[in-house]
Nanobody
Framework: QVQLVESGGGSAQAGGSLSLSCAASTYSYCMGWFRQAPGKEREGVAAIDSYGVVSYADSVKGRFTISRDNAKNTLYLQMNSLKPEDTAMYYC???????????????????WGQGTQVTVSS
């Protein structure tokens, strides 16, 4: 199992920016970010495969950017134009999956980070 350690997050005002990082202990084909707000189900935010193919939830398209550095086994999430509804615990995930299925809608996460809180105030 891949060990994942998230960093970043914190608090921001609406319209502001935050960034997240996730250091992985080894390579994974598919990596991504999920989030869970209190009382809500966990949802996929963004995913990226080792070829750089990305997938975003509709709610974050145009505002969030996912990227990865394969040489460093590190995943990133740049969050701009933040909204209060982005407030949640954000989790890094990694896992194997057939090519073309590293998306926010597919279930591929076999390793998970401990989570990092993102809070956006209005």
């Amino acid at each position: 199992q891949v060990q994942l350690v998230e960093s970043g997050g914190g608090s921001a005002q609406a319209g502001g920016s935050l960034s997240l990082s996730c250091a992985a202990s080894t390579y994974s084909y598919c990596m991504g970010w999920f989030r869970q707000a209190p009382g809500k189900e966990r949802e996929g935010v963004a995913a990226i495969d080792s070829y750089g193919v990305v997938s975003y939830a509709d709610s974050v398209k145009g505002r969030f950017t996912i990227s990865r550095d394969n040489a460093k086994n590190t995943l990133y999430l740049q969050m701009n134009s933040l909204k209060p509804e982005d407030t949640a615990m954000y989790y890094c995930a990694a896992g194997p999956v057939d090519r073309g299925h590293c998306t926010t809608r597919d279930k591929w996460g076999t390793s998970w980070g401990q989570g990092t809180q993102v809070t956006v105030s209005s």
